[in-house]
């Protein structure tokens, strides 16, 4: 069956600007993370979501990030006023559940640069 | 809060050579431990985990890791690398039990094999 997907692959863009990146999780799977890898670092978390349940945004650096889920599926990460500290590989997994013991599966990411 | 250590940030062996990676973890409680394997161009996909029982566990391709509590180590390894296992690999932990989905990652080990 199909993957996590994310779009766009890379997006390139000016210093202040917003950018939006989307995130198609597995079909059924109910928990849905999004992971940012900068250069020379680890993943580090930034939000997630399960089912209706508030999302745990302990992870956002700052403000300026956020991120909506609708419908329980589609997921997208929003970034306001973009830096050039944002400039990484913004990551999505999905799980199809809440356990620590729900395996994490992961799209190919989207590479943001911010000039 | 957990942390993961991945001692080595490039490795570099002939094709045949043995491979180990060290991983080292910091957290009081119980963890469960997985390591991520992203080949180049292409998605993160897990490798193996562990969660209980048995230490020592074996993954996918041939590769596998040994659970030492005494030394919070889940060092990966395999005895003899290919070409084909170029690639950057992480470690990653999430304390164990339901709601502790939230994955703590090292900043990943790249290897490099040569023909």
């Known amino acids: 069956g199909a993957g996590v997907s994310q779009s766009p692959s890379n997006k390139v863009t000016e210093k202040g600007k917003d950018v939006e990146l989307r995130c198609d999780p597995i079909s059924g799977h109910t928990a849905l993370y999004w992971y940012r890898q900068s250069l020379g670092q680890g993943l580090e978390f930034l939000i997630y979501?399960?089912?209706?349940?508030?999302?745990?945004k302990s992870g956002l650096p700052s403000d300026r990030f956020s991120a909506e889920r609708t419908g329980g599926s589609v997921s997208t990460l929003t970034i306001q006023r973009t830096q050039q500290e944002d400039s990484a590989v913004y990551l999505c997994a999905s799980s199809a559940g809440t356990s620590s013991y729900n395996e994490q599966f992961f799209g190919p990411g989207t590479r943001l640069t911010v000039l | 809060a957990q942390s993961v250590s991945q001692h080595n940030h490039h490795v570099i062996l002939s094709e045949a050579a043995s491979l180990e990676l060290g991983c080292n973890y910091s957290y009081g409680g119980t963890v469960n431990l997985f390591w991520y394997v992203q080949y180049p161009g292409q998605h993160l996909q897990l490798l193996l985990k562990y969660f209980s029982g048995d230490p020592l566990v074996k993954g996918i391709k041939g590769f596998e890791a040994e659970f030492i509590k005494s030394k919070f180590s889940f060092n990966l390894r395999k005895p003899s690398v290919q070409w084909s296992d170029t690639a950057e690999y992480f470690c990653a932990v999430n304390p164990s039990g339901a709601g502790s989905y939230q994955l703590t990652f090292g900043k990943g080990t790249k290897l490099s094999v040569i023909p």
């Open positions: 979501f399960q089912g209706n349940s508030a999302p745990d």
